[in-house]
């Protein structure tokens, strides 16, 4: 019904419940006996497994992992699969560790998620940052399940995001920041603008993604994880020959400051968007900009999508803005058809 299993330096228990496995931890450390031949069980790790046994006796189950064995599953997950947001997991599980502690999962409730839910809200994160906290620890429960740790689904009830941000640049603007901006920066915002790519994906190009002969660009891994191939058109050519290295130097990015890697260009970003008059732009409207000027441009949506990584049809349409001067053109359209 139950049995001891050494993992490492640590016992297990191991049983089985209508038919499903589980296993769990007694905290009991190997004391280096041996009985036989083999690991002798120690004290603690038999009084675990007799304690499980009365309980299955009477017919009840008796899973008692705690939330930060779910979480350690889920990074341990990340980490041998590699996943590149498992930096991201790792600050959101910063918040969700100290909150949880070693709660255990079968006591976890609609009130403890709205309780974390509050407290984040307290400390000033936003309704998006809760919601990606809270899909983690859906995760760890659906992979707690999946690995017979836990019996209780719970739900996750997200919170209300903001709408989209409506921020984005159109030609002009482009130019005139372009203008302004330092010599070092000019050339990946360019390449951003005409690409649609990610900031992480713009200065972490290299040159042996590049090829000239084959005129393409090749993004072996994104956030998606998926391989993308982006056509270098004439202007993208020139912003390429334009940052190569004059002397010959072999160097492995595209973009870099004077041979360096760009660590953080905010306050010449900054500067340079507030003096032509949109303060607070991000660097990653050029984006939602390129998803908007492709489309205008009659770029298939599938297209659009490929080169610029988004997974799914709801992330695209995330990056579908309207500008006043569209609607100003819809409108001028519509009163001319009269």
């Not at 732009?281 to 908007?292: C, E, G, I, N, P």
Request: net charge positive; with cysteine; aromatic share 8%.
């Amino acid at each position: 019904m139950a049995s001891l299993v050494l993992r490492g330096r640590v016992w297990y228990v191991v049983w089985r419940f209508r038919g499903r496995q589980f296993w769990r931890s007694t905290g009991a450390a190997h004391d280096g006996k041996t009985q036989n031949g083999k690991p002798r069980p120690t004290a603690p790790a038999k009084r675990e497994l007799r304690r499980l046994e009365s309980s299955l006796e009477r017919g009840r189950n008796d899973t008692r992992t705690t939330l930060a064995e779910l979480f350690d599953m889920v990074e341990d997950h990340y980490a041998v699969a590699g996943f590149r947001s498992a930096a991201q997991l790792r600050s959101r599980l910063k918040h969700l560790r100290p909150f949880f502690g070693r709660t255990e999962a079968r006591h976890v409730s609609r009130a403890d998620l709205l309780a974390y839910s509050r407290r984040r809200k307290e400390e000033g994160a936003r309704a998006a940052t809760i919601n990606r906290e809270l899909e983690v620890v859906g995760r760890a429960f659906r992979m707690g399940r999946q690995a017979g740790q836990t019996e209780n689904p719970l739900t996750i009830e997200k919170l209300r995001e903001a709408p989209p941000r409506q921020g984005f640049f159109d030609a002009g603007e482009v130019a005139a920041l372009l203008a302004r901006l330092p010599d070092y920066l000019r050339a990946p915002v360019e390449f951003a603008w005409l690409t649609g790519w990610r900031r992480g994906e713009v200065y972490g190009l290299e040159w042996r993604q590049v090829d000239f002969g084959a005129g393409e660009i090749r993004l072996g891994t994104s956030k998606t994880d998926r391989p993308r191939v982006f056509p270098i058109t004439p202007r993208i050519g020139e912003l390429l020959e334009s940052v190569k290295p004059e002397d010959g130097t072999i160097r492995a990015l595209v973009f870099t400051r004077y041979g360096r890697p760009v660590a953080d260009f905010r306050k010449a970003w900054a500067t340079a968007c507030a003096a032509i008059g949109k303060p607070g732009t991000l660097f990653h409207d050029l984006r939602r900009s390129a998803a908007r000027r492709m489309e205008a441009d009659g770029v298939p949506r599938s297209v659009i999508m490929a080169l610029m990584g988004h997974s799914t049809e709801a992330m695209f349409h995330r990056y579908r803005i309207v500008s006043q001067a569209d609607l100003r053109t819809v409108s001028n359209l519509l009163a001319n058809r009269r």
